[in-house]
């Protein structure tokens, strides 16, 4: 049996996402993984260890190719310097290439990320030489949806290098059941997230007054911009329909799922993958959720749960109105949801995908 190292700093990568994942991951497969978490190269001696998993791009320019190795991107940093690829200025995805010319007009003009100089200088060496480390070592690259893959092979990492391998996360802790009468009749539907403008708060607030007047929302999350959003639903007097939580994590957050008919994910920039699907059902809730970056591949529409355009009041509020006027469809797309989720998008389904790609990995470098 063969050990597989994880390599990341969580502190410098995703934050709490890539720690739960490769939290999971330790859970999951506790005999294939070592027992420690390898979160810099400096001094260490690479050719000892039989794989590496490495979750951070700033840890690639270290990597010296003298073990087989497999690098997952969780977020848009190897071909984005912003890390955004969205456009706030327009409210649009970003579809160009990564140059140096396109994406500092991108920083400076569109909004796609931080305006100051050395912010920028930042970005752009951080982004190329993750890039470039990846083109010299020709390690497998594990990307979390076909949109990611297909966006590393626009920027022209080649097919061969890129294998899809979409998220699992654990099941809840706390026991869920499929959505009852009771629950539906509170008529709640929740917003669980960072509140910053990417994420769509602001229009879901503006889609809530063309939704029944008997829909609450309940908002789990923090974030820059929640002062803005608060003083939104003042002005479109919707202050008692909305509950802010504030962010919850554990045994509340649980609750807040259970005493919902249905999850809305309106986020406006390209979600790499979007784990708010997954969690949504795991807990038999159907989700509406945008037709964004990764987002759709894990939602088979009106099926497991409902697609909207994005920035589209009438589409949105189409899709809650839906579910709150019909318990038998949200508790119909809440059930196929966790079906799904029980067949494709459980832990260990997912570790079962990820030894195949360790043990291709492995072949591989034991051929050159």
Same mark, same amino acid.
């Given at each position: 049996?063969?050990?597989?190292?994880?390599?990341?700093?969580?502190?410098?990568?995703?934050?709490?996402?890539?720690?739960?994942?490769?939290?999971?991951?330790?859970?999951?497969?506790?005999?294939?993984?070592?027992?420690?978490?390898?979160?810099?190269?400096?001094?260490?001696?690479?050719?000892?260890?039989?794989?590496?998993?490495?979750?951070?791009?700033?840890?690639?320019?270290?990597?010296?190719?003298?073990?087989?190795?497999?690098?997952?991107?969780?977020?848009?940093?190897?071909?984005?310097?912003?890390?955004? @690829?969205? *456009? /706030?200025?327009?409210?649009?995805?970003? %579809? =160009?290439?990564?140059?140096?010319?396109? +994406?500092?007009?991108?920083? #400076?003009?569109?909004?796609?990320?931080?305006?100051?100089?050395?912010?920028?200088?930042?970005?752009?060496?951080?982004?190329?030489?993750?890039?470039?480390?990846?083109?010299?070592?020709?390690?497998?690259?594990?990307?979390?949806?076909?949109?990611?893959?297909?966006?590393?092979?626009?920027?022209?990492?080649?097919?061969?290098?890129?294998?899809?391998?979409?998220?699992?996360?654990?099941?809840?802790?706390?026991?869920?059941?499929?959505?009852?009468?009771?629950?539906?009749?509170?008529?709640?539907?929740?917003?669980?997230?960072?509140?910053?403008?990417?994420?769509?708060?602001?229009?879901?607030?503006?889609?809530?007054?063309?939704?029944?007047?008997?829909?609450?929302?309940?908002?789990?999350?923090?974030?820059?911009?929640?002062?803005?959003? @608060?003083? *939104? /639903?003042?002005?479109?007097?919707?202050? %008692? =329909?909305?509950?802010?939580?504030?962010? +919850?994590?554990?045994?509340? #957050?649980?609750?807040?799922?259970?005493?919902?008919?249905?999850?809305?994910?309106?986020?406006?920039?390209?979600?790499?993958?979007?784990?708010?699907?997954?969690?949504?059902?795991?807990?038999?809730?159907?989700?509406?959720?945008?037709?964004?970056?990764?987002?759709?591949?894990?939602?088979?529409?009106?099926?497991?749960?409902?697609?909207?355009?994005?920035?589209?009041?009438?589409?949105?509020?189409?899709?809650?109105?839906?579910?709150?006027?019909?318990?038998?469809?949200?508790?119909?797309?809440?059930?196929?949801?966790?079906?799904?989720?029980?067949?494709?998008?459980?832990?260990?389904?997912?570790?079962?995908?990820?030894?195949?790609?360790?043990?291709?990995?492995?072949?591989?470098?034991?051929?050159?």
């Amino acid at each position: 049996m063969y050990k597989v190292h994880n390599c990341a700093n969580y502190m410098a990568a995703s934050g709490g996402g890539v720690k739960s994942y490769i939290d999971g991951l330790l859970a999951t497969l506790p005999e294939m993984y070592g027992d420690r978490l390898i979160t810099s190269f400096e001094g260490l001696d690479q050719s000892q260890y039989h794989l590496l998993h490495i979750h951070e791009g700033e840890m690639l320019k270290h990597f010296h190719n003298s073990c087989p190795a497999v690098y997952t991107l969780h977020n848009h940093d190897l071909y984005c310097p912003s890390g955004t @690829k969205y *456009l /706030a200025r327009q409210g649009v995805s970003c %579809d =160009r290439q990564m140059s140096v010319i396109g +994406c500092t007009w991108g920083h #400076l003009v569109d909004g796609c990320g931080s305006r100051r100089p050395n912010q920028i200088i930042n970005n752009f060496n951080r982004a190329y030489s993750s890039y470039r480390a990846i083109q010299s070592l020709g390690i497998t690259v594990i990307a979390n949806s076909d949109y990611v893959r297909s966006q590393l092979i626009f920027n022209g990492i080649p097919p061969k290098q890129v294998v899809t391998l979409r998220c699992g996360i654990a099941s809840p802790r706390s026991q869920h059941h499929h959505l009852t009468a009771e629950i539906h009749a509170q008529q709640r539907i929740l917003f669980a997230g960072r509140i910053v403008p990417d994420k769509g708060l602001e229009f879901l607030l503006k889609t809530l007054p063309m939704v029944a007047s008997s829909v609450q929302l309940d908002v789990a999350g923090e974030g820059w911009d929640l002062a803005r959003m @608060k003083n *939104l /639903a003042k002005t479109l007097k919707l202050d %008692d =329909r909305i509950t802010w939580h504030g962010w +919850c994590s554990g045994e509340k #957050l649980e609750d807040l799922y259970r005493q919902s008919l249905s999850v809305v994910f309106p986020s406006l920039w390209p979600e790499p993958a979007g784990l708010i699907t997954l969690e949504s059902y795991a807990r038999f809730r159907a989700v509406i959720a945008t037709q964004v970056g990764g987002i759709p591949e894990h939602i088979r529409d009106r099926q497991t749960g409902i697609l909207v355009k994005p920035n589209d009041p009438n589409d949105l509020a189409t899709a809650i109105n839906s579910l709150a006027k019909d318990f038998h469809k949200a508790r119909e797309i809440g059930i196929a949801g966790n079906k799904l989720f029980l067949e494709e998008f459980t832990l260990p389904i997912h570790a079962a995908k990820l030894r195949e790609i360790y043990e291709q990995a492995i072949a591989k470098f034991n051929q050159v």
